[in-house]
């Protein structure tokens, strides 16, 4: 038997997750909350907001944390080499995609 928590509801959905699997969904809440954050830059170039707000799209989505962290990274590594991209919103994925790989599969 499988243990499931309802955590949260944004956006007009609700987190459903695995007892036990909180550290992966805060890590996750706290990079959304990063990417909010570097979304109201004004210096950002709209390509990196679109793949930024794709990569949200997808750690929300429900699923697997692990499974979401992934199709997040694989989105933002796209546009962190973007010849336009300040260096301090480089530096911000950078840190967003790190946070990312440190969550595990349970």
Not at 38 to 45: A, E, Q, R
Not at 46 to 71: E, I, Q, T, Y
Request: glycine share 6%; net charge positive; charged share 20%.
């Amino acid at each position: 038997m499988i243990a499931i928590l309802i955590t949260a509801k944004c956006c007009g959905v609700y987190f459903v997750q695995k007892k036990g699997a909180g550290e992966n969904e805060k890590k996750i809440l706290q990079v959304t909350q990063f990417i909010d954050s570097l979304m109201g830059d004004s210096s950002i170039p709209k390509n990196v907001k679109k793949a930024l707000s794709d990569a949200k799209a997808k750690l929300v989505a429900p699923g697997d944390p692990v499974f979401r962290a992934s199709s997040a990274i694989y989105t933002l590594e796209s546009v962190s080499e973007d010849i336009n991209l300040p260096m301090h919103a480089r530096t911000q994925i950078w840190n967003i995609v790190s946070t990312l790989e440190t969550i595990k599969g349970g």
